[in-house]
C-alpha cells in the first residue's frame, strides 16, 4: 500500500468490461485501498480477469465517510447504469475516454476523448511508475487489448502506454493474451448459446445495413460477437427471466462511424420504458421490467432510424 494512499470506492459501469474492470484493479491495487462497486454486474471477461487478479467486486452500493469515490470508464447514472448517492465533488473523480455525460457528476474529471481506452487514463494517474507489479500489469495491458480490438485501433499513445506498462510489469503480450483467449470454443454452454442464437435470429435490413435480433436464455454477449461473425452490422440479443428482461447489443466499426451510438440508444429507450440502460457506442446494455421481444423491436427500430439513407463504407 502506498503511504498515506486515501481509501477508494470504485464505482463500475453495468456489466463492466476489461477496460472498466482493468482500470479499477488497477487503482484498487496500485494504491492498496480500493474497492470495487458494481451493482449493474461484471462482463464474462471482466469476471475472468478478476479471478486471475484474485480479486472481486461488490454489489451494494456503500460508500464510507472517508472514502474517495472513482467513477471508471463512465461519468454519470446513465453511462453507469444505475444511481449513486449524493456524492461530495471534492471526494469524487472521474476517469473516463467517453464524452461527459449529460448527468455526470460533479468533481474532478479526467476525461480524455483521444486517450483509446481509460486503461491509458489510468497509466497516467499511476504516474506511469517504473515498477508497477505483474497483477496491475496485468489489468491494464488487459483493458487496453480489449477497448483497441488487440491494437486495431490503437494509435501512437495507446501503443507507448502498453510499452510502458509491459515493462514496468515485466510482462510480454503473450501474458495478456492467455486471458483474453475466447472460452467459447471450450465452453459447451456458450457455444450452445451461440448456436440458438443464430437458429432463432431475425435480421432487418436498410439500404446496405443489417441489424440482427436474437433471443436466448443467457451468454447474450456472445451471441451478439456470433451475430456480427455472421456478417451483422448490430446485433441485439435478449433473454427473459419472469417479468424482467436484459438486452446486450453490439456494432461494428462501420456503424460506429455512421453514427450509431448503442449506449445514448440503449440510454434513451431506459428512460423511456422506466428501466436501465446505457454503455459506449459499440456495446452497451438495457434491462428492466417489460418483454424481451419488445425491446428488442425498439432497440432495432432506434438503431435503423440511424442507419436509414447512410451509406455502408
Same mark, same amino acid.
Given at each position: 500500500m502506498l503511504a498515506d494512499a486515501p481509501a477508494l470506492a470504485i464505482a463500475l459501469h453495468s456489466n463492466a468490461d476489461l477496460d472498466c474492470v482493468g482500470s479499477a484493479a488497477a487503482l484498487a491495487l496500485f494504491f492498496g485501498n480500493g474497492r470495487l462497486m458494481s451493482p449493474g454486474g461484471v462482463s464474462h471477461l471482466g469476471k475472468r480477469l478478476l479471478a486471475a487478479l484474485d480479486m472481486d467486486f461488490e454489489q451494494d452500493i456503500e460508500i464510507g465517510q472517508e472514502e474517495i469515490v472513482v467513477l $471508471? @470508464?463512465? %461519468? #454519470?447514472?446513465?453511462? *453507469?447504469?444505475? #444511481?449513486?448517492? @449524493?456524492?461530495?465533488?471534492?471526494? &469524487?473523480?472521474?476517469?473516463?475516454?467517453?464524452? !461527459? %455525460? +449529460? @448527468?455526470? *457528476?460533479?468533481? &474532478? +474529471?479526467?476525461?480524455?476523448?483521444?486517450?483509446? %481506452? &481509460?486503461?491509458?487514463?489510468?497509466?497516467?494517474?499511476? =504516474?506511469?511508475s517504473p515498477e508497477i507489479g505483474r497483477r496491475t500489469g496485468l489489468a491494464l495491458a488487459s483493458g487496453i487489448l480489449a477497448d483497441t480490438g488487440h491494437l486495431r485501433r490503437g494509435g501512437p499513445g495507446t501503443l507507448d502506454a502498453l510499452s510502458g506498462i509491459l515493462a514496468a510489469s515485466g510482462m510480454d503480450l503473450e501474458d495478456v493474451a492467455t486471458l483474453l483467449e475466447s472460452a467459447e470454443d471450450q465452453d459447451i454452454s456458450r457455444r450452445m448459446a451461440r448456436l440458438k442464437g443464430a437458429? !432463432? *435470429?431475425?435480421?432487418? !435490413? &436498410?439500404?446496405?445495413? *443489417?441489424?440482427?435480433? %436474437?433471443?436466448?436464455? +443467457?451468454?447474450? =454477449? +456472445?451471441?451478439?460477437? #456470433?451475430?456480427? =461473425?455472421? =456478417?451483422? @452490422? $448490430?446485433?441485439?440479443?435478449g433473454s427473459q427471466k419472469e417479468d424482467d428482461f436484459r438486452i446486450t447489443g453490439r456494432g461494428t466499426a462501420r456503424t460506429l462511424a455512421a453514427g450509431v451510438h448503442l449506449g445514448d440508444i440503449m440510454s434513451s429507450v431506459a428512460d423511456e420504458i422506466g428501466g436501465q440502460g446505457g454503455g459506449h457506442d459499440g456495446a452497451a446494455g438495457l434491462s428492466g421490467t417489460g418483454e424481451a421481444e419488445a425491446m428488442l423491436d425498439i432497440c432495432a427500430r432506434n438503431v435503423l432510424d440511424v442507419l436509414r439513407g447512410t451509406a455502408r463504407h
Open positions: $471508471v @470508464d463512465a %461519468s #454519470g447514472p446513465s453511462s *453507469l447504469g444505475y #444511481g449513486l448517492p @449524493d456524492l461530495e465533488p471534492h471526494r &469524487t473523480v472521474i476517469l473516463d475516454h467517453h464524452p !461527459r %455525460s +449529460a @448527468d455526470a *457528476l460533479p468533481g &474532478t +474529471a479526467l476525461i480524455d476523448e483521444e486517450a483509446n %481506452s &481509460t486503461c491509458e487514463i489510468v497509466w497516467q494517474v499511476l =504516474g506511469m437458429q !432463432r *435470429l431475425k435480421f432487418h !435490413r &436498410t439500404g446496405d445495413w *443489417l441489424v440482427a435480433v %436474437s433471443e436466448v436464455g +443467457a451468454f447474450e =454477449g +456472445a451471441v451478439c460477437h #456470433g451475430l456480427i =461473425g455472421l =456478417g451483422a @452490422d $448490430v446485433s441485439l440479443v
